[in-house]
């Protein structure tokens, strides 16, 4: 019997979900794999009966973190797909303002419909089990870690820097042309897409497990940057990833 699949969306563009659309060349053979019994960018039909689930988007709101719990509970294995779900993606920019002001400044006098938390990961709240990281996710991981999970065995996602991938291209180091580049703190995987076409790893991938973000902000700072020009530059994509470092550090 094939295994069922839901895929669900929480606070995001749901770019990541048209990424699977998007694999238009393999859709038939993850037809052929798997059952899609709900998939709202898809199809109409719902399912409360599926054993992956994969979900997208960051969980900003109350009722986001009641549905995830739920769906973790159905699901014999949840998937984030996404940097969004995998570690809160470009929405933890927000965690930067307090959440009464973030609510004003999008909603005006209706604020006080609306309610927010800080944007986080689907770990923060759920046990995760495999994360496809990019943004948007990269499709050929996202098809790989599908692929290991129907044979029944434990996906490979890179733990090493875009660095590694760059340099196997024999790009030009963007910090030779006196660029800065996120690469060296950034998980590869995305077969370093940005350096190879001349722009900066922006870290869209999130950080590799134990960066040396110490190490990174001497090589920037002798590029040129003040701390706090330093700080921007690992905002984009990686505020929340960055908050849990600091986190981490102070706890020690
Ligand atoms: S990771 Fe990027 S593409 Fe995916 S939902 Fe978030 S913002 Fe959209
Ligand atoms: S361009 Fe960026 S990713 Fe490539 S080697 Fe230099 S720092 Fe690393
Ligand atoms: S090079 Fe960096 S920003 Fe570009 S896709 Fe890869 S991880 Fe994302």
């Not at 109350?62 to 998937?79: D, G, N, P, T, Y």
């Not at 419909?113 to 944007?119: E, V």
């Not at 990269?138 to 065995?153: A, C, D, P, R, W």
Request: charged fraction near 25%.
């Amino acid at each position: 019997m094939k295994p069922k699949v839901g895929v669900f969306s929480f606070t995001g563009c749901e770019g990541c979900q048209l990424q699977i659309l998007e694999c238009e060349n393999e859709l038939l053979d993850i037809l052929n794999l798997v059952e899609i019994v709900t998939f709202r960018e898809a199809m109409d039909k719902i399912s409360d009966d599926y054993q992956i689930a994969f979900i997208d988007g960051a969980i900003t709101r109350q009722e986001e973190i009641e549905r995830l719990k739920e769906i973790r509970e159905r699901a014999s294995i949840l998937v984030a797909l996404g940097s969004c779900a995998a570690f809160g993606g470009i929405n933890c920019l927000k965690n930067r303002f307090p959440m009464d002001e973030v609510l004003r400044y999008v909603y005006g006098d209706k604020a006080h419909y609306f309610d927010t938390l800080p944007a986080r990961g689907a770990d923060a709240y759920v046990k995760v089990d495999y994360y496809v990281y990019g943004c948007p996710a990269t499709k050929s991981e996202l098809l790989h870690v599908l692929k290991s999970l129907v044979l029944g065995i434990k996906p490979r996602i890179p733990n090493y820097p875009v660095c590694v991938e760059c340099k196997l291209k024999e790009n030009v180091c963007l910090f030779d042309k006196g660029e800065v580049c996120l690469g060296p703190v950034t998980r590869a995987g995305c077969g370093a897409l940005c350096p190879s076409y001349g722009h900066r790893c922006e870290g869209c991938r999130g950080f590799v497990d134990d960066p040396n973000i110490n190490a990174h902000k001497e090589t920037l700072q002798k590029a040129g940057l003040t701390v706090e020009e330093l700080m921007q530059e690992f905002t984009m994509f990686c505020s929340c990833p960055l908050e849990k470092l600091e986190q981490t550090k102070s706890e020690a």
